[in-house]
């Protein structure tokens, strides 16, 4: 008699077999999601299949219990995308997969056509910018809205996809990213880790850290944060560095500009670039404020939600995902847990900077566990897996597979 699962999301079901499907395992949202879900699988009692083109993510995941399946699913090459509908096909049959879920488009498109020859439910989580033109890239992310399930990372995106896609509320899901408040708790930092850091970054006790951690690429906002820095230094005595922490990626040439504009400036002594930071509870912990300036909306964010559950207030732009995740004082003074200004405007940052460099160490303490009590509340990595896991009961307790 086949195991049948007495508890949890699946029971009354046998273990269900979910692959996943993304480009690579590399660093990033979607990427360290997709390791999230393979976690939340695992212990609902289910297998965790990935199929990927690898990445610095795949250790992990397999140590954990999960299966990687190396296959070029990155390509957007369209023979290399058909002979990929193959590949995974094979694979839902080798493996009695039962359900697949794509989390980028390229390998989405292939994943579609392997889980409809299956017969198997297909969901999507559409994690990057909803665009709204031209046609044939609208056509083309739009296989993100043809899961039985569409998963959107805030309410911000979902209303881009009914607005664009036309996709029905029945089958739109709107599933924050969530944070281990059990990784990211500042309980959970020994103090050793901290002074680490603060060697590493070269910073002086005492000194007001801004943290500024995205990978370095302009539409981030890491040209604006430098200006911005420019003109706090012009007001206030009090010492503070901007740490801008994140990998290059290849993109040298902004890395050069940004040490241009720093020597331009005269901030050597006020920013540092200090590369991939891999320790990143500690980072937030070390941090006073943490800053999210991105010059287009953020379809989520990742940001602020990690440095919150930190303790540590955030300065975001004030469009996109970040709006549902920070509340500014202009929204409502008693429940703050940071300030969102204006994509782009240095001013409004430099403003902002300002008035958080200003707050008294209580006042700005305050914030900050008003702004973890919220994430544990609303943005939580088990109310994120829970709610998915939720979708995957009820599609495959409703999708009737050929017998």
Request: glycine letters at 6%; hydrophobic letters at 45%.
């Given at each position: 008699m086949a195991t049948v699962l007495e508890q949890g999301p699946f029971a009354?079901?046998?273990?269900?077999v979910i692959l996943q499907v993304i480009p690579t395992l590399d660093t990033g949202g979607a990427e360290r999601t997709t390791l999230d879900m393979a976690a939340a699988?695992?212990?609902?009692g289910g297998r965790a299949l990935v199929a990927s083109h690898g990445g610095r993510l795949v250790p992990e995941l397999v140590a954990m219990g999960a299966s990687h399946i190396m296959l070029p699913v990155h390509s957007k090459n369209p023979i290399e995308m058909i002979a990929n509908i193959w590949r995974l096909r094979a694979?839902?049959?080798?493996?009695?997969?039962?359900?697949?879920?794509?989390?980028?488009?390229?390998?989405?498109?292939?994943?579609?056509?392997?889980?409809?020859?299956?017969?198997?439910?297909?969901?999507?989580?559409?994690?990057?910018?909803?665009?709204?033109?031209?046609?044939?890239?609208?056509?083309?992310?739009?296989?993100?809205?043809?899961?039985?399930?569409?998963?959107?990372?805030?309410?911000?995106?979902?209303?881009?996809i009914r607005r664009v896609h036309h996709t029905p509320d029945a089958k739109l899901f709107t599933v924050p990213r969530g944070v281990d408040t059990h990784m990211f708790d500042p309980q959970a930092v020994d103090p050793a880790r901290l002074e680490t850091l603060r060697q590493a970054w070269d910073v002086k006790a005492g000194e007001f850290i801004f943290l500024l951690p995205a990978r370095l690429t302009r539409w981030k906002g890491q040209g604006p944060a430098i200006e911005a820095a420019a003109r706090l230094r012009e007001r206030t005595r009090q010492p503070f560095t901007l740490v801008l922490a994140g990998d290059a990626q290849g993109r040298d040439g902004?890395?050069?500009?940004?040490?241009?504009?720093i020597a331009r400036l005269d901030l050597s002594d006020r920013v540092k670039l200090v590369g991939h930071v891999s320790d990143m509870p500690a980072a937030y912990l070390l941090a006073d404020a943490a800053l999210a300036p991105s010059l287009e909306a953020e379809p989520f964010g990742r940001v602020p939600i990690d440095a919150q559950?930190?303790?540590?207030?955030?300065?975001?732009?004030?469009?996109?995902?970040?709006?549902?995740?920070?509340?500014?004082?202009?929204?409502?003074?008693?429940?703050?847990?940071g300030f969102r200004v204006e994509p782009g405007n240095i001013e409004a940052l430099a403003g902002a900077m300002g008035q958080m460099l200003a707050l008294d160490p209580h006042a700005r303490a305050t914030m900050g566990q008003r702004g973890r009590a919220r994430i544990c509340a609303e943005f939580s990595l088990d109310l994120m897996c829970a709610t998915t896991l939720g979708?995957?009961?009820?599609?495959?307790?409703?999708?009737?597979?050929?017998?």
């Open positions: 009354g079901m046998k273990p269900p699988i695992l212990r609902a694979l839902i049959a080798r493996e009695d997969v039962d359900l697949v879920h794509a989390r980028s488009r390229a390998p989405a498109w292939s994943a579609l056509a392997a889980a409809r020859l299956s017969h198997v439910p297909f969901v999507t989580t559409y994690h990057s910018k909803v665009h709204e033109g031209p046609v044939s890239k609208v056509f083309y992310n739009s296989v993100m809205t043809r899961g039985d399930a569409v998963i959107a990372n805030s309410a911000f995106t979902a209303e881009a902004y890395v050069t500009e940004l040490r241009a504009l559950a930190m303790d540590c207030p955030a300065i975001v732009s004030d469009a996109g995902g970040q709006r549902e995740t920070v509340i500014d004082p202009a929204e409502n003074r008693g429940a703050a847990t979708i995957y009961a009820h599609l495959l307790k409703t999708t009737e597979r050929p017998g």
